[in-house]
């Protein structure tokens, strides 16, 4: 792990700092080659092809009690098992309240979907 991310994650409950982790972890896994970065203001774990905002596939968003992985495109993925949640224009996340439910089916097919939306 980075010393960006470990910074970023110190401030938050050891179970949310876990959590988010694991969620890396499986982001990693579908995108290991995916550019990594932190940003502070929207308090976030950015991955895509690039730095720059326009190369964004995909956030970890830590919060207080939960973990929030969100897709910057998600209204234009398939979402057979009904996984995406929110209303705005292109984005979509997927509220994680414990560190099984990074296990659910078809999160890692929206991950590939993603990545693949991405241009990886």
Avoid at 12 to 36: F, G, N, Q, T
Avoid at 61 to 76: E, H, R, Y
Avoid at 87 to 113: A, C, D
Wanted: charged residues 20%.
């Amino acid at each position: 792990m980075t010393n960006q991310i470990e910074t970023f994650l110190a401030d938050y409950k050891p179970e949310v700092r876990d959590l988010a982790l694991k969620v890396r972890e499986l982001v990693r896994s579908i995108m290991p080659d995916a550019h990594e970065s932190v940003n502070t203001g929207y308090k976030t774990i950015i991955y895509g092809t690039g730095p720059h905002m326009s190369d964004e596939i995909c956030y970890i968003a830590p919060l207080n009690s939960s973990v929030n992985l969100g897709f910057n495109f998600g209204t234009q993925l398939p979402d057979p098992n009904g996984l995406l949640k929110g209303t705005g224009k292109l984005l979509r996340h997927i509220k994680f309240e414990s560190p099984e439910e990074v296990t659910t089916p078809g999160l890692t097919e929206l991950l590939e979907m993603a990545k693949n939306h991405g241009t990886f």
